[in-house]
């Protein structure tokens, strides 16, 4: 049976993000990232009361995903207004993640779609219709990649991965009750350091059953 849902998770620096939107692109499918969603809830003016209210949230979900299936998500890949981007900053993160992980699970129902975000595999029941992916890289290679991508020298890009993967377990722990991320909790894991994100892309349809 053919995947409709693929959630992609990743580590920073591990090609995640290109992986994901390849995969999304061969399959025709939607692609959703926590990025897209942070700027859609700025451009939409969501405020920490909306966040809270779990009707509103659902409204916006549902709003974020009629508007990204008739084309508009381009905008929100382009950046969001200084404005609204302020608005944003009165939200805290687990607020953001609040919506981040609702937009997810409405998201995931609506199908045909790939999930790019740190933990969207743990926002949703294991399914059939759901291929849970892993992408990593080493360290070194991760660190590497993040240097030549920003500009940094070694030991920013090192404390830049070092910072990136401490927040990534704090959210698991904090948000899923993941003391200890494993290899079990994903269907497939992908380790791209001497693989392109179209290599790995392949690697992930082809589990999907595509």
Not at 11 to 34: N, P
Not at 41 to 65: C, H, N, P, Y
Not at 103 to 112: F, I
Request: hydrophobic share 40%; glycine share 8%; proline share 2%.
């Amino acid at each position: 049976m053919a995947c409709t849902v693929v959630c992609v998770s990743h580590t920073t620096g591990s090609g995640g993000h290109d992986v994901g939107r390849q995969v999304a692109k061969e399959l025709g499918f939607l692609y959703v990232d926590e990025e897209i969603v942070v700027k859609a809830a700025a451009q939409g003016g969501i405020d920490a009361t909306d966040v809270a209210d779990e009707e509103s949230r659902k409204t916006f979900a549902r709003r974020f995903l009629e508007t990204l299936a008739e084309g508009g998500g381009d905008a929100w890949m382009l950046g969001a207004p200084i404005t609204a981007a302020v608005e944003m900053e009165v939200l805290r993160p687990a607020e953001i993640r609040t919506l981040i992980r609702e937009t997810v699970e409405q998201t995931a129902a609506r199908g045909n779609v790939v999930i790019v975000a740190h933990a969207a595999s743990f926002a949703l029941e294991p399914g059939t219709n759901l291929l849970r992916v892993f992408v990593t890289a080493s360290t070194k290679t991760r660190e590497q990649r993040v240097a030549a991508a920003e500009e940094l020298d070694e030991r920013e890009a090192a404390r830049r991965i070092k910072d990136s993967d401490a927040g990534r377990n704090d959210y698991l722990q904090r948000f899923y009750s993941v003391e200890r991320e494993s290899p079990t909790d994903y269907d497939l894991v992908v380790n791209t350091d001497h693989l392109s994100a179209e290599q790995a892309a392949q690697i992930v349809l082809r589990a999907a059953g595509r």
